[in-house]
């Protein structure tokens, strides 16, 4: 019998981070819905709200031909993608405090703006709505996510991952992120894989090129923690190391308990929520 897509289990490197972070983190954020509304819960953060502004930002401009990417201001495009997250729906308690991270994430779409590099360059699309392939048939497990840039070297005909960061620090060695991009480039499109980027629009004016990783040992290291992953759903096991609880998952303890404020439903048709103590920046990324 043929594998089912349905009934599969899709992992992605937001989930696994998550799992890898706290079990009990990953279940609220992935499987968990609110008995209300039967919608998934999602916890507004002013951080989150800044990536996702200047994501979709840059992003939009890769379905643009070439001579018409740089033609209009892309600070025009900011601020319509800055009208999503605004407010307390984007986790802002305050207005100075949303001009702060918008006046930052300002600064990061006039640093592409002056110096687009890459972005000038043709770019491929997979054309998947999320790009995902069979981790493991077997085990009914399927790798997604979506890539952030994929630009295109006509010499070479090859593709070339950029994936932006708006963070202030640079990306953990250690990160699964572009080896879980480098198998779904791999195995959802057909040209070679020949560079892979991470650009720190806050810091730098270029993509910083990073090796490539071994593709072999890649799928096993995450086929590994699919499969772990996917044992922790079916015994329904999600537990916080900590007693207590964690950075990564009190804050959607908070949620359920009844400690954080509702301010709408997302475009991904999540509720969201906006925690009545915020979470210190240097602290989010044991939440993201």
């Not at 009934?7 to 609220?28: E, G, M, Q």
């Not at 592409?112 to 077997?138: Q, R």
């Not at 499969?227 to 804050?251: D, I, N, W, Y």
């Amino acid at each position: 019998m043929p594998a089912d897509k349905f009934s599969a289990i899709w992992v992605s490197h937001s989930s696994i981070n998550d799992f890898l972070k706290c079990p009990r983190a990953y279940f609220l954020k992935n499987i968990y819905k609110n008995p209300d509304t039967g919608r998934k819960i999602q916890v507004a953060l002013p951080y989150m709200s800044l990536g996702i502004a200047v994501h979709d930002t840059i992003e939009s401009l890769s379905v643009l031909p070439t001579e018409r990417r740089f033609s209009e201001s892309l600070i025009d495009r900011f601020e319509t993608s800055w009208k999503k997250v605004s407010g307390k729906k984007g986790g802002f308690e305050s207005e100075e405090t949303e001009n702060g991270y918008k006046n930052r994430g300002r600064a990061m779409i006039e640093r592409v703006w002056k110096n687009p590099g890459p972005l000038k360059n043709l770019a491929v699309k997979i054309k998947m709505d999320i790009p995902h392939y069979w981790l493991s048939e077997e085990d009914g497990i399927i790798l997604c996510g979506q890539i952030d840039w994929l630009e295109y070297d006509q010499d070479t005909d090859s593709v070339h991952i950029i994936d932006f960061k708006t963070s202030k620090t640079e990306e953990n060695k250690e990160s699964l992120q572009l080896p879980i991009y480098q198998l779904l480039v791999t195995n959802c499109q057909s040209r070679p894989l020949t560079k892979a980027s991470y650009w720190y629009l806050e810091m730098s004016d270029e993509p910083t090129e990073v090796e490539l990783c071994n593709l072999d040992q890649a799928q096993q290291d995450i086929l590994k923690i699919a499969r772990q992953m996917k044992v922790a759903r079916q015994l329904g096991r999600f537990k916080c190391s900590h007693e207590t609880g964690c950075f990564a998952c009190s804050p959607y303890e908070a949620i359920i308990k009844g400690e954080a404020e509702f301010v709408g439903v997302d475009d991904r048709n999540k509720d969201v929520y906006i925690l009545k103590q915020q979470i210190p920046e240097e602290d989010l990324s044991e939440i993201l």
